[in-house]
């Protein structure tokens, strides 16, 4: 039992760790990739890459509640036919906690954060556009925007997520299989 534990722990301790040096890593990219597009971009291209980065949070977000929310049964009987994804989808399933995390938490938040700091660039030319020398007004007015976008965006995902899940978790699945080859 206490070997049990141990491994346990030892467990969780090297999934946190994964999570956070996969985190470190796709919150670099992510704002390095950003970063370059808005460098020289306009309003409509800042626009533009803000409304991208909301709408892969929400589509994460949307994926792992449909992971958590799914049933496994479905997918044994997909699987035992051999259908396409239905394998990969069982294994979504059954790693749900982990994978809701990479969803939810890491992707999701990354997006959130990211879109926060490509609003402040949106910000910027907003302001450059009018001849505003402060963006306070129109950053806060920005910030709100993102931030409404992403809660409704997520809060109407979830429930499309849970009355879906099958369906969601099996698509996923089969994107998988695209990478299998």
Known sequence: MASQKKNGKKKASSWVLIVFFLSFGLSMLMSWSSSAALADAGIAVAALTV????????ITDIIGMAVASADQPPFVAMAAKKLPGAK???????????????CNDVAGDICGVVSGAAGTTLSLRIAEMQGVGSTFYIGI??????????????????????????????????CLTLFKK
């Open 51 to 58: 409304l991208l980065l909301v709408a892969i949070g929400i």
């Open 88 to 102: 990969q989808a069982l294994w979504l399933i059954k790693n749900a906690a982990k994978v809701s995390s990479v």
């Open 141 to 174: 007015v920005v910030a709100g925007f993102i931030a409404a976008l992403t809660v409704g965006g997520k809060a109407l995902g979830k429930g499309f997520a849970i009355r879906r899940s099958r369906e969601i978790v099996f698509f996923v699945g089969r």
